[in-house]
């Protein structure tokens, strides 16, 4: 953990090939093209907050498709853009944003309260559970590149850090998407089939997880001059195609997703003395790339 | 999650008496002081760093007797004050402090590489175990007022959330304390018995786990003039007594103990439509409010 380490990790990285066993990001640097999946520049939403503070999203349609419709007509109709701030920031918890004044008219055809989101009845296709032992789900694994809980009955994502719900009042209410947040901190499992949850951050969590704490009940901004205005929001798929940024996901059905499934649950490079053994799902989220700035 | 529902979680929380079962915060809110046990001055480290960032840290030197020796010794050597500053702050990781050139002489007396921090054999006095599975330990539980992880031969500290530890190079060397780093993002969980842990922040994680990232390798700030300095570093037991911050911790043995785990593992309060009937023992840092803030 010494600033001295930087130089002894990075010889100890080069030097693969004498080990027996190679580093988690080892295996991800020499996984091979077809073992990474494409985001599909329709699922990959582009935020832009005040101060250069970009997000890039991706939805996950498969889970909570009403959710993820509404988003999108939110984002074509220009609504994130002409009301949204981030306004709530609470330590190990969520950033959020949403309506500050809550009384911007939503566009016409939103679907009120989807019902998805939760939980998804029956098995996730192509589930890889993990024998790691979780405390909130009897099982636990990966399918289509997410993050998976399970009970044997129902399947849905987890609330770890980087993931993005669909803030709601009391139920039944489930929320329009218009009012997002993002987990920052220990994940919240608690809140896992209590808010939906549409997605999560590939890349740009520093850029909203650094912001100054609200000060207010749930870490809500108290002055209106704390807000982060939204000011850009955008799918990739509405770009033209050579302004489009890309993003890879490690197939979870990868021989280099199991290898990198067990180098990180046993770390044997040369800091550690002692392997777990074992790893928490969201310690386990699916490794992401960018692809258009590969070498 | 929205911005309304601050006011209609404040109208629950005034009508308990009418809820079935009271809130995690109802029942700390009605905890009798004898469920609170007082954290020593001797052992509560008071730091600040530039910019008014402070920190109240409680050492644990049951755990770590050898790095809190040389860690009371660096304080009382005015070493923090005359060296440190923070020079990495890693997403989702950790936020950590030491001497930027790494060649400021240490004071007389440190013990070389403590052999403390990582495990102690046996079961923890006190031990209250959970039932909620765990990925990283066969038990998890709480002692004294911390949380423990445990595998029937040793007893350890988790990392957690706002957890301290001591930076080290490669082992053997188990870091002299004078580098120290905290907890920032999802637990990571395999540092356990790999590095030694000494303590816990009890106030000012906000101020900061909202710095800025780093953009050097391991998060390590680049330039000079990012880095924070640690302008003063001192135990509340040197402090004239009405100067002192007073801190208390849930006792674990205490039957609000018990029916705060209780509460946060189901959840069962308005908001809440499905608990989870468990709960990861990160996502139960034992409970901590200034005492000498009650009205």
């Known amino acids: 953990m010494k600033a001295a380490i930087v130089a002894a990790l990075l010889v100890a990285a080069s030097s693969a090939a004498t080990q027996s066993m190679p580093t988690p990001g080892e295996i991800l640097a020499s996984a091979p093209a077809a073992d990474w999946q494409a985001v599909p520049a329709e699922d990959l939403l582009l935020l832009e907050f005040a101060g250069n503070r970009t997000l890039a999203i991706q939805l996950a349609p498969a889970f909570a498709p009403g959710h993820i419709a509404n988003i999108r007509k939110l984002v074509a109709d220009g609504w994130f853009e002409r009301n949204a701030a981030i306004v ?56 289509g590149g997410w993050p998976i809980a399970a009970d044997g009955k129902a399947h849905w994502l987890p609330h770890c850090p980087a993931m993005l719900g669909v803030g709601r009042n009391m139920a039944p209410d489930t929320g329009s998407g218009a009012e997002l947040y993002v987990v920052i901190g220990h994940g919240p499992r608690h809140l896992d089939r209590n808010i939906a949850l549409v997605g999560r951050v590939l890349e740009g969590m520093e850029n909203i997880s650094a912001l100054p704490r609200g000060t207010g009940p749930l870490g809500m901004y108290e002055k209106p001059e704390q807000r982060v205005p939204l000011v850009q929001a955008r799918f990739a798929g509405s770009l033209p195609p050579a302004e489009r940024p890309h993003f890879e996901v490690l197939k979870s059905e990868s021989a280099s997703f199991a290898r990198w499934i067990q180098a990180r649950a046993n770390r044997k490079d040369a800091f550690f003395i002692g392997p777990a053994g074992g790893a928490d799902l969201c310690n386990l989220m699916p490794p992401v790339r960018r692809s258009d700035q590969l070498k």
């Open 88 to 143: 709530r920031v609470q330590e190990n918890y969520v950033v959020q944003w949403g309506d500050p004044s809550e009384k911007a008219p939503l566009p016409a055809g939103l679907i009120p309260s989807p019902d998805d989101g939760y939980e998804r009845a029956g098995e996730a296709p192509g589930y890889h559970p993990l024998p790691y032992r979780d405390a909130y789900a009897s099982s636990i694994g990966h399918a």
